[in-house]
Nanobody
Protein backbone atom coordinates (compact mmCIF):
# COMPACT_ATOMS: atom_id res chain seq x y z
CA UNK A 1 0.00 0.00 0.00
CA UNK A 2 1.51 3.27 -1.14
CA UNK A 3 1.32 6.11 1.31
CA UNK A 4 2.90 9.53 1.43
CA UNK A 5 3.47 11.56 4.61
CA UNK A 6 2.53 15.23 4.91
CA UNK A 7 3.99 17.73 7.36
CA UNK A 8 4.52 21.43 7.89
CA UNK A 9 1.06 22.75 8.54
CA UNK A 10 0.19 25.15 11.32
CA UNK A 11 -1.42 28.44 12.19
CA UNK A 12 -0.73 31.56 10.15
CA UNK A 13 -2.21 35.01 9.91
CA UNK A 14 -3.72 36.27 6.70
CA UNK A 15 -0.92 37.43 4.46
CA UNK A 16 1.54 35.04 6.07
CA UNK A 17 3.40 32.03 4.70
CA UNK A 18 3.76 28.32 5.38
CA UNK A 19 5.68 25.54 3.63
CA UNK A 20 4.28 22.04 3.47
CA UNK A 21 6.35 18.92 2.85
CA UNK A 22 5.37 15.54 1.45
CA UNK A 23 7.71 12.58 1.83
CA UNK A 24 7.42 9.70 -0.62
CA UNK A 25 9.27 6.45 -1.17
CA UNK A 26 12.01 6.55 -3.75
CA UNK A 27 10.07 4.31 -6.10
CA UNK A 28 6.98 6.50 -5.94
CA UNK A 29 9.01 9.66 -6.33
CA UNK A 30 10.81 8.36 -9.41
CA UNK A 31 7.70 6.91 -11.09
CA UNK A 32 4.82 9.38 -10.72
CA UNK A 33 3.77 12.97 -10.77
CA UNK A 34 2.93 14.40 -7.37
CA UNK A 35 0.32 16.80 -6.12
CA UNK A 36 -1.50 18.49 -3.30
CA UNK A 37 -5.16 18.41 -2.38
CA UNK A 38 -7.08 20.05 0.45
CA UNK A 39 -10.33 19.57 2.29
CA UNK A 40 -12.00 22.36 4.20
CA UNK A 41 -14.60 21.66 6.89
CA UNK A 42 -17.88 20.62 5.34
CA UNK A 43 -16.47 20.57 1.82
CA UNK A 44 -15.21 17.93 -0.56
CA UNK A 45 -11.52 17.41 -1.11
CA UNK A 46 -10.22 19.56 -3.96
CA UNK A 47 -7.12 19.60 -6.13
CA UNK A 48 -4.61 22.35 -5.33
CA UNK A 49 -1.39 21.85 -7.31
CA UNK A 50 0.64 19.24 -9.16
CA UNK A 51 4.14 18.72 -10.51
CA UNK A 52 4.98 16.31 -13.28
CA UNK A 53 7.38 13.40 -12.99
CA UNK A 54 10.02 15.33 -14.93
CA UNK A 55 9.38 18.42 -12.85
CA UNK A 56 8.98 20.55 -15.95
CA UNK A 57 5.24 21.05 -15.67
CA UNK A 58 3.31 22.48 -12.75
CA UNK A 59 -0.42 23.12 -12.51
CA UNK A 60 -2.53 24.99 -9.96
CA UNK A 61 -6.16 25.57 -9.11
CA UNK A 62 -7.06 29.11 -10.06
CA UNK A 63 -7.56 30.28 -6.48
CA UNK A 64 -3.92 29.66 -5.50
CA UNK A 65 -2.11 30.81 -8.65
CA UNK A 66 0.53 33.48 -8.00
CA UNK A 67 0.43 32.61 -4.27
CA UNK A 68 1.44 28.94 -4.01
CA UNK A 69 4.48 27.25 -5.54
CA UNK A 70 4.94 23.51 -5.87
CA UNK A 71 8.41 21.99 -6.10
CA UNK A 72 10.28 18.78 -5.37
CA UNK A 73 13.73 17.60 -4.30
CA UNK A 74 14.88 14.30 -5.77
CA UNK A 75 17.70 13.92 -3.29
CA UNK A 76 15.20 13.91 -0.44
CA UNK A 77 12.23 12.23 -2.20
CA UNK A 78 10.21 15.17 -0.94
CA UNK A 79 7.70 17.51 -2.52
CA UNK A 80 6.94 20.97 -1.18
CA UNK A 81 4.15 23.51 -1.32
CA UNK A 82 5.24 27.04 -0.55
CA UNK A 83 2.17 29.01 0.40
CA UNK A 84 2.43 32.81 0.45
CA UNK A 85 -0.14 35.54 1.01
CA UNK A 86 -2.37 33.06 2.82
CA UNK A 87 -6.08 33.75 3.09
CA UNK A 88 -8.68 32.44 5.55
CA UNK A 89 -10.17 30.50 2.64
CA UNK A 90 -6.98 28.44 2.49
CA UNK A 91 -7.86 26.88 5.86
CA UNK A 92 -8.08 23.14 5.30
CA UNK A 93 -6.40 19.82 5.83
CA UNK A 94 -3.80 19.41 3.09
CA UNK A 95 -3.01 16.02 1.58
CA UNK A 96 -0.51 14.83 -1.01
CA UNK A 97 -0.76 12.00 -3.49
CA UNK A 98 0.93 10.55 -6.55
CA UNK A 99 -0.43 9.96 -10.04
CA UNK A 100 -0.59 11.58 -13.46
CA UNK A 101 -1.40 15.11 -14.52
CA UNK A 102 -4.51 14.83 -16.67
CA UNK A 103 -5.31 17.04 -19.65
CA UNK A 104 -7.44 19.16 -17.33
CA UNK A 105 -4.33 19.89 -15.25
CA UNK A 106 -5.61 18.01 -12.24
CA UNK A 107 -3.58 15.19 -10.73
CA UNK A 108 -5.54 12.01 -11.42
CA UNK A 109 -5.11 8.23 -11.58
CA UNK A 110 -4.02 8.47 -7.96
CA UNK A 111 -2.04 5.55 -6.62
CA UNK A 112 -1.69 6.22 -2.90
CA UNK A 113 -3.98 5.87 0.06
CA UNK A 114 -4.87 9.14 1.70
CA UNK A 115 -2.73 9.93 4.72
CA UNK A 116 -3.66 11.94 7.77
CA UNK A 117 -2.84 15.21 6.07
CA UNK A 118 -1.56 18.36 7.71
CA UNK A 119 -3.80 21.09 9.10
CA UNK A 120 -3.43 24.64 7.82
CA UNK A 121 -5.36 27.32 9.67
CA UNK A 122 -5.31 30.93 8.52
CA UNK A 123 -6.70 33.60 10.81
CA UNK A 124 -7.99 36.93 9.59
Amino acid sequence: QVQLVESGGGLAQAGGSLRLSCKASGRTFRSYGLGWFRQAPGKEREFVAAISLSGTRTTYVESVKERFTISKDGAKNTMYLQMNNLKPGDTAVYYCNAGTILTSGVLGDLIASWGQGTQVTVSS
